[in-house]
């Protein structure tokens, strides 16, 4: 590996142990092996080469939940898929922990690192065509920008919501099943007011 690789790593590994802000260019350094100049020359700032740590472990986090293996137990779009998908990612919470913890730091920090907020904006839009895809079926290269925004904004925002709950209280944060039962009272008031 080169320094660009080594650094990236590096940086994962403190961002799983220190998190966010608590993480000097120093550590990342004395983690990779390389020197404080490799990380402006590789990445910019210690913040941009974070922010690539970071979503590059949310990816690999992202990459336990395949949608061609979910396509194959559940019909996409259907209760019983929704509620699989809240489940398998409801089981990886405590091994990723550390990745949800530094989430939260990180979306405190938009305001005061400017490039933070623009990569994380990007992040989550790719983000948004992953939770499509997995709680559809979907292939994500046929997915149209409506669909990413409002359907991909939508699971984004459950999402979000749910490892804030869980981070704060694992025992009482929604479960699948909770999750599922809301999605159904939801759609029945819906077919109640039309």
Not at 9 to 31: P, Q
Not at 154 to 172: C, E, I, R, S, T
Request: charged share 30%; hydrophobic share 40%; proline share 3%.
């Amino acid at each position: 590996m080169g320094h660009r690789e080594d650094l990236l790593e590096g940086a994962k590994r403190c961002l799983l142990e220190k998190g966010f802000v608590r993480t000097t260019a120093r550590d990342i350094v004395k983690e990779s092996g390389t020197n404080l100049a490799s990380i402006g020359y590789h990445y910019g700032s210690k913040d941009a080469l974070l922010t690539q740590a970071f979503v590059e472990l949310v990816q690999e986090w992202g990459e336990k939940f395949d949608p061609a293996e979910a396509r194959n137990a559940e019909p996409g779009g259907s209760l019983d898929r929704f509620r699989g998908v809240w489940a398998r990612m409801l089981e990886s919470m405590d091994e990723f922990r550390p990745i949800w913890t530094a989430s939260l730091e990180i979306a405190t920090q938009g305001d005061r690192v400017p490039e933070l907020r623009k990569l994380m904006a990007k992040a989550q839009t790719e983000g948004r065509s992953g939770l499509v895809a997995l709680f559809t079926g979907a292939d994500e290269s046929t997915l149209d920008e409506r669909t990413v925004r409002t359907l991909g904004g939508f699971y984004q925002a459950l999402l979000n919501g749910l490892m804030v709950q869980w981070l704060f209280d694992p025992a009482g944060a929604a479960t699948a099943d909770d999750l599922t039962e809301g999605l159904r009272r939801v759609l029945e008031g819906v077919r109640e007011t039309e």
